[in-house]
């Protein structure tokens, strides 16, 4: 039924579900006993999914996220890293997003910071939420080459624009004058206007150090740190445990 002309017109409209819908439901004995209105309830139907994924593809596609596939059905509860399950189910259902809340994750290298940060982040963008990721330091590498190209204005709108902005892997390194400066102008503008997940290595209270000028690291984190979420965790590299393929989980395939 591929020459079908109602099928040729679906595609020359670009209503691919509905025309796939359409190929199937000719070719199923059954729907000869369907009306009209069953008909056209499942073509548009079959439409509004395929819409659907194409945007979520779309956004998954423009985040970029580190782990592309992680998800937060296949978060390992059982893990020995202190997992709040209460608080990171409350945290997948989206709402500090709509908030335009913060959350930072930290916790030693290997128990899945950003795998958890990458599975939040799908969830966003299945939510229909626009999501960034960046590795910090390879944020400020970018940053610095926009500086000099003049590329800096179309990235940074880009970066505050954004609902969900994840920065993984803040610190060790003290930041440069210039990084200071390019942080607290990411950091001011989304203020109350998107949500910025952060994780690290370090505990909250060394990010100070890290900013390496009172003044700014001030500033930086009372925005940064005043409405957000935090979700620390503790243990044993979960690498370990990828490495005995008996006891593999879903979320065991990350790095830090």
């Not at 893990?79 to 709402?95: E, M, P, V």
């Not at 930086?220 to 006891?247: C, E, F, Q, V």
Request: hydrophobic content about 40%.
């Amino acid at each position: 039924m591929l020459d079908h002309p109602t099928h040729d017109l679906l595609r020359q409209l670009k209503l691919d579900g509905m025309a796939d819908a359409f190929t199937e439901l000719q070719s199923q004995d059954s729907a000869a006993d369907m009306g009209h209105a069953e008909w056209l309830g499942l073509l548009i139907d079959r439409e509004v999914a395929n819409r659907t994924t194409k945007r979520f593809q779309s956004r998954l596609r423009a985040a970029k996220l580190r782990h592309g596939g992680a998800c937060v059905e296949d978060v390992d509860f059982r893990a020995a890293r202190r997992l709040d399950k209460a608080l990171f189910q409350q945290l997948a259902a989206g709402r500090w997003i709509k908030e335009k809340r913060n959350l930072l994750i930290t916790g030693p290298c290997g128990v899945g910071k950003t795998w958890l940060a990458c599975a939040l982040g799908q969830r966003a963008c299945r939510d229909n939420a626009t999501v960034i990721y960046k590795r910090l330091p390879r944020l400020f590498s970018e940053l610095q080459l926009a500086h000099d190209d003049g590329r800096f204005p179309r990235m940074f709108r880009q970066l505050v624009k954004a609902d969900l902005l994840i920065l993984d892997d803040w610190g060790p390194e003290r930041m440069t004058a210039p990084q200071r400066r390019d942080m607290m102008e990411i950091i001011e503008d989304r203020y109350g206007s998107g949500a910025t997940l952060v994780t690290s290595q370090l505990p909250v209270d060394a990010w100070h150090n890290i900013i390496d000028e009172p003044t700014f690291a001030d500033a930086i984190l009372d925005r940064l740190i005043h409405n957000a979420h935090r979700l620390p965790l503790d243990g044993p590299s979960m690498r370990k445990t990828r490495d005995a393929p008996a006891t593999k989980t879903v979320d065991e395939q990350t790095d830090t």
